[in-house]
């Protein structure tokens, strides 16, 4: 079964998009963004801790635009969803039910994927309000895959569970955007 988004696009995408609207510039002379700015800030989002070592895990955090970092943001929720690991799943899977739970979440990260480029694309692109739509379809689209598993009988335990850690850190990736978001519109 061929996936609705091809896999080079996912991965081609959010770097083109980045070179064409990603907005870098000198933090210092912007004035706006150091440790005080990125401890007021994280304190304000779900996970002190996660929002701190994410932030600073990307070395362009600290020379990017208040917009660079809702991109940034973004485009680490990209990596997170990964449509690879079910397809590799549904090739080693024998039961028939397993194998269309897991078609179903193929589709499922592969709708998340193309949302969550549309929401890199809107917030490049100064449409905040979309970009927020965008990611919050994002994430419904990656719930639904669990559901195929808890909701339907006969419930099962997932084979994508030791991801449950991923769906977690793609919630707090979106806190921090719509963080993010929230600081730009106030401003």
Known sequence: MSSPISYQSILVIPPLVTSLFYRVSNAEDQGWFD???LKKFCHKSADYDFCSLTLRSDKCAYT???NGLVVISINMNLVQTTISEIVDLI???IDSLDKTRLQNCQVDFSDAQVKLNAAFVASAA???PEGLDFITDEFKKSVECDREYTLNPPKRESPLSDDSDDTLKVQKLIN???????EIMSA
Not at 176 to 182: A, K, M, P, Q, R
């Open 64 to 66: 990017a635009d208040p």
């Open 91 to 93: 090739e080693q899977t």
């Open 35 to 37: 440790e005080d700015f």
């Open 126 to 128: 100064y449409k905040y």
């Open 176 to 182: 921090i955007t719509f963080v993010l978001v929230g």
